[in-house]
């Protein structure tokens, strides 16, 4: 677990002066019946019980990729936390544990809400009696989910497009993360209610430990009954400790911290799966919670929710990262006028990258159920990051401003996302979005694009260029999925 961390972090946990004498963190009696179930069934050291193999992913943004960790002959996704903390659980229940990192540069929770279904299954066992509900022969959800997108989520503002845009510019940071935490959580418990999920707060450095989107995500885990850990609430002298002066040194760079800091959360992470293994098999009965189901209250807003929602299959599903089997297929993208290209602009980012001429357009097929509903998945940048507009072919003189730039004051590039109930009346408010200039304010119930319901649709992405000067930023699209 400790593998090139510096020595002093070992030191510093043995001697007490890094950690806190009594860890904080979740109780296995305040875990759902489900959650303590799942974590049951993985902490077991009963070799006589199956599965005799575990999986594990890892969700997250580059930080929880291992980006910066590096270790001898180790990749970055080896020397990661995750890895670290596979590594340990295999130890632990002398079992297999097969991990899987899905976590991905530039993503905060909502950024994930597209390709979640997907994201949280992995190849199955043979011997796996979950194969025939997984809905998909060959996959099922994994065993055990980390989830962990606390540097990401902070820098989520309430006046980032599109949330201007759909008359969300009044919700705050802790609100909008809430949702789609909620969303993310309220879906895996769900539809994979056997899967042990652990909440993460790695992000070290917050202000005055307890930013909003961290009281966003330990609300949520919470509400929901799900193990959330924090490292700064565990670290004696809190996230003063993260400062790169600070001795022992705990998190040497931000977001991307070395393998201290890496081996650092793993730890703090197993000591609390160990107390879970040490009590869970509730002898006495004193759990607080019973519930098997997600609560029927939820934590957020109906208006919020409406624009949070997970697509479970998707019924039609575009990731830059896959090859269409027939490049000459009418299911794949197609690049109608211009240039757009599916790449990685930085190791890991892959998606469709245009920077011009102007009006370059992609065309994505897509296929809608009863009640629909399309996905859009791009990237936001800082200097040179242009705008593009969305629009279907079955809904002509309707189009959306997708905006490039994130408008806040810092150098990162982030995913960001928008569901659309498409099936609606169609709205004036569209046809007026396709100015030039910079912002709009409309309400989310007034995106109609009246499109048929089980139908099959062509979204289209059309490059935009200012106008003066006709200059072309980037624009760089994710995904496209649709139910």
Known sequence: MFACARPELKLGIDNGSILLSQLTGPSFDGLCLRQREAWRAVLTTDMTLRPTELSMV?????????????????????????????????????????????????????????????????????????????????????????????????GLKANTSPWTGLGLGNYSTYELVGAATEAVLRFILTTASSSALLMVESNCRVARGDSESLRAHRDVAAHYGVAFVSLPAVLRRGPAACSPSAKPVVWNAHPHPDATAHAMIAYVASA?????????????????????????????????????????PPLSMHVATRNCLTR??????????????????KAGKFGWISNGPEASTIEFPLRLGKLPRVTVVWMQGYDGWGRASVGFRQAPGLQ???????????????????????????????????????????????LGWGLARASNVTLTLTLLCESP???????????????
């Open 58 to 154: 890892a969700l997250g943004g580059s930080m929880v990729k291992g980006m910066g960790c590096s270790c001898e002959t180790l990749s970055q996704e080896e020397c990661s936390y995750g890895s670290r903390l596979a590594a340990w659980l295999g130890s632990r229940t002398r079992r297999r544990v097969n991990f899987f990192n899905r976590a991905a540069g530039g993503s905060p929770t909502r950024g994930l809400l597209a390709l979640l279904s997907e994201s949280i299954r992995v190849p199955t066992r043979v011997e796996s009696e979950r194969v025939a509900a997984s809905g998909r022969q060959g996959m099922a959800a994994a065993d055990v989910l980390v989830i962990d997108f606390s540097i990401n989520d902070v």
């Open 400 to 446: 959306m401003v997708l905006d490039g730039l994130h408008g806040e004051n810092r150098t990162v590039t982030q995913l960001n996302s928008i569901t659309m109930g498409v099936a609606q009346t169609p709205s004036s408010v569209l046809t007026r979005n396709i100015s030039r200039t910079r912002g709009g304010n409309f309400a989310p119930n007034e």
């Open 272 to 312: 609390v799966l160990h107390r879970f293994g040490m009590n869970h098999f509730d002898k006495a009965g004193t759990a607080t919670r019973r519930d098997r189901l997600p609560p029927a209250w939820r934590f957020s807003s109906p208006a919020l929710r409406s624009s949070h929602q997970i697509c479970s």
């Open 328 to 345: 000459t297929s009418a299911a794949c993208p197609r690049v109608v006028s211009g240039s757009w290209e599916a790449c990685e602009d």
């Open 469 to 483: 000067p006709r200059a072309c930023g980037r624009f760089k699209l994710v995904s496209v999925s649709s139910c």
